[in-house]
Each structure stands twice: as structure tokens, then as C-alpha cells.
């Protein structure tokens, strides 16, 4: 692996890491990842924006090596999540005269994660700066993306942001810059639903603080950097801002049949009305897909089989993934069926307390669907299809 040079005495010198296919213990990397870690010379101090995993802390020592940095000054923590924090620890065992810069939060973190005594940080607040010579970092405060103590750090005189998550994507590639930008999409909306929605309006506070900065380059610490920064931005503010769409996210779990049964016909009621379904079925599901299906759905539908007398442990899961992401979400229902009993319903609803929305009349049933089961889910769909052109859901 090797260095990129962004502009002349700025590199990102970070680690692509192919082969990780899961992240936080939870989430599938199907295409991969990286740390992103950045190089800034000045012409009187040099400073390293973000670490690298720890794991993979020897691409990042080689990078400087083969720059021949000698002395780094600042090493700026815009997060102090160790898949960017992490290698802190070494690098000031390298370069022992370099100061930590990082929001006072942040400083207290680090300290808890790391051990890091308190004498090597320099803490700083929002919109402060700190020169390098002919170049000048500003940082601004962003809490919440996704943790308490972040910032982000822009270089004024270049114009380039260094967002650390907030704009990045699970995505190994060896380019610097985004290639394909359908593939970037994807990757960096599942980011977001994984990582970013739950913090939506905080999120939204931080874009509008960015307005009024002018902005080159973003150079995230995950997945490739924007020279074209209208297309993250552009798509962050359809995420963040825009109302849901005409879409129902089906998710369902089905032991012999009927709760599938019930899944195909409400597919097709919902279809034959107008509104787009995405159906996932829970024995195969992607987390990942289903995190970013929920980033624009209007409705979820949960079809759900009963087992000991519940929901399927598998209906359970995604519930609490969707309540703990937070969506858009503004309708939800139940469909499924048992065989003698199920608390089914009352175990689904209870545990979708972080969402504000209305729940519709679920259709539950004992045994296997008849034509009275159709009809109720025929109305569930006109139910669905008449809240999302009341809405004016697209
Ligand atoms: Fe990429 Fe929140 O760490």
C-alpha cells in the first residue's frame, strides 16, 4: 500500500483494508473499508488528521517512512473511536513531541480508551484555529456524528474538509478519488443508515453549519474522498432533510408458509396500488440492505410467524435494529399467523418506542390465509396506499 498526494505537501497516508467483512461485531462490509489517516506539511508545522485502526497501524507507519516525516506536531482526533483513534498510542511513541488536538470531550474519552496522559493533549473549541505556517486547520464542533465528541477539521487555505465518518463509506478501493459513483452511492447510504440516521437531526444542524464553508475537497477517514463534493453533499441532504418515499420495507419470517403466503399478496396488493415494496426475507437478509431500504421507506410491514408463543426471534432482531436506527418511518403493521396463540403484536409494537408513527391495523391470523385474510390485507394495502397520496409520498 502506498500514499496518495491530494495537493502538493497534503497525502492521505491511511490503510485500505480489503479483507474486513464485518464491522462493530454487527455490520456486513461486503465491499471492505479503510482508515483513512492525512498528512498536512506546512511551512512551519506538520500535522496528522486522524490514526488508522490499530490493526492495521504499520501501513501507516510505512506511508510516513516512505515520506520521510521526521516530526509531527499536531495529530488532530476528530473522533475518538479507535478505528481512527486507535493509533494514537504509537504515533506518539514515534513522534513524542506531537500534541493531541481534539474538542475537550473528546480529551476525556480518549483519556478512558487509551490511558493517554493528560499532558499530551491540546483541547480545542468550536471554530478555533491553529496555524501551520502557510496553512491554516479551523475546527468545528459536530456532535453526534455518531458520537458526542466529534469535529471536524477544515484547511482553509486549500478548502478541504476532513469530516473523519461524517461523509464516508465502507468501500476498499486503491483510488483516492470516488470511480464509481453508483457503487460509492450505495456504500455511502448504508453508512449512513447504519451509522449516521439515528442522529438525523443533529446531522442536520451540523450540514447547516456547513453552508457556509467553501468546500474543494472532502476527505472522509472512511472510503474515497470527493473532489466533486456536490455528490455526497447532495445526497446527505436528501437523506437528512427529504420526507420518505412511496416505498413499504416488507421485511418477514415464515416457518411453513403462510406468513410468506400473506407476503406475496400483500406485495401485490401494495404493487397493483401504486407503492413500491422492498421484501426481504429474514433468513437471508443483508442487515445493511435493510438499514439502507429504511433511510426512505414511509411504512414498515413486519410479517412475522409466531414461535413459542411470540414473534420469531429473527422479527424480534429487526425491530430492534429499526427502533435503535431510528428512520423516517411514519406507518407500521403486522402480518403473520399462528397456530394457537401468539403475543406476537404486542411484543412488536412495544419495542418500536423510539419511532413516532402510527400503527395500522395488523392482520394476524390463526392457521393458514383464507379469502377473509386476503380481503384484510387488500385494505391494508388501500390503507397504506391512501396515508402515502395523503402525504404526497413520491
Ligand atoms: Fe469510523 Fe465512528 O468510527
Request: glycine share 6%; net charge negative; with cysteine.
Given at each position: 500500500m502506498s500514499y496518495h498526494e491530494i495537493k502538493p505537501g497534503i497525502y492521505s497516508v491511511g490503510a485500505v483494508d480489503w479483507d474486513r467483512r464485518l464491522f462493530d461485531s454487527l455490520i456486513p462490509l461486503p465491499d471492505g473499508t479503510s482508515y483513512n489517516s492525512y498528512l498536512i506539511k506546512g511551512s512551519e508545522k506538520t500535522a496528522l488528521i486522524d490514526t488508522v485502526d490499530p490493526a492495521m497501524d504499520y501501513v501507516l507507519i510505512d506511508n510516513l517512512d516512505r515520506l520521510n516525516v521526521e516530526q509531527i506536531d499536531y495529530i488532530v482526533c476528530n473522533h475518538a473511536e479507535q478505528d481512527h483513534a486507535g493509533s494514537i498510542t504509537i504515533m506518539l511513541d514515534l513522534y513524542p513531541e506531537a500534541r493531541v488536538i481534539c474538542t475537550p470531550k473528546c480529551k476525556g474519552m480518549l483519556m478512558d480508551l487509551l490511558h493517554l496522559d493528560e499532558s499530551v493533549f491540546q483541547t480545542v473549541n468550536d471554530k478555533d484555529t491553529l496555524s501551520l505556517g502557510d496553512r491554516t486547520m479551523e475546527f468545528i464542533h459536530a456532535p453526534w456524528v455518531h458520537w458526542p465528541e466529534t469535529m471536524l477539521t477544515y484547511l482553509r487555505e486549500d478548502?478541504?474538509?476532513?469530516?473523519?465518518?461524517?461523509?464516508?463509506?465502507?468501500l476498499a478501493q486503491s483510488a483516492l478519488y470516488v470511480q464509481d459513483e453508483g457503487l460509492v452511492y450505495e456504500s455511502a447510504k448504508r453508512y449512513f443508515g447504519e451509522i449516521m440516521m439515528p442522529f438525523r437531526t443533529n446531522i442536520q444542524k451540523n450540514m447547516d453549519k456547513l453552508k457556509d464553508y467553501k468546500i474543494d475537497i472532502i476527505a472522509p477517514s472512511h472510503g474515497p474522498a470527493y473532489d466533486k463534493p456536490e455528490f455526497i453533499l447532495s445526497a446527505y441532504r436528501s437523506w437528512v432533510y427529504d420526507e420518505p418515499l412511496n416505498i413499504v420495507l416488507l421485511p418477514y419470517v415464515s416457518m411453513h408458509g403462510s406468513t410468506r403466503e400473506m407476503v406475496e399478496h400483500l406485495t401485490q396488493a401494495l404493487t397493483e396500488r401504486n407503492v413500491n415494496v422492498k421484501q426481504f426475507?429474514?433468513?437471508?437478509?443483508?442487515p445493511g440492505k435493510l438499514a439502507i431500504a429504511l433511510v426512505d421507506a414511509a411504512t414498515l410491514v413486519l410479517g412475522t410467524c409466531t414461535v413459542l408463543g411470540g414473534a420469531h426471534p429473527l422479527a424480534a432482531n429487526v425491530t430492534f435494529l429499526a427502533n435503535a436506527l431510528r428512520p423516517n418511518l411514519k406507518f407500521a403493521s403486522i402480518i403473520g399467523s399462528y397456530g394457537w396463540g401468539s403475543r406476537a403484536i404486542e411484543q412488536i409494537t412495544g419495542m418500536l418506542s423510539n419511532l413516532k408513527l402510527e400503527v395500522l391495523e395488523p392482520v394476524y391470523i390463526k392457521g393458514s390465509p383464507g379469502d377473509d385474510d386476503f380481503k384484510a390485507l387488500d385494505k391494508l394495502a388501500e390503507t397504506i396506499a391512501q396515508k402515502h397520496r395523503e402525504r404526497g409520498y413520491k
Open positions: 478548502k478541504v474538509l476532513f469530516p473523519c465518518d461524517f461523509f464516508g463509506s465502507h426475507d429474514l433468513t437471508v437478509a443483508d
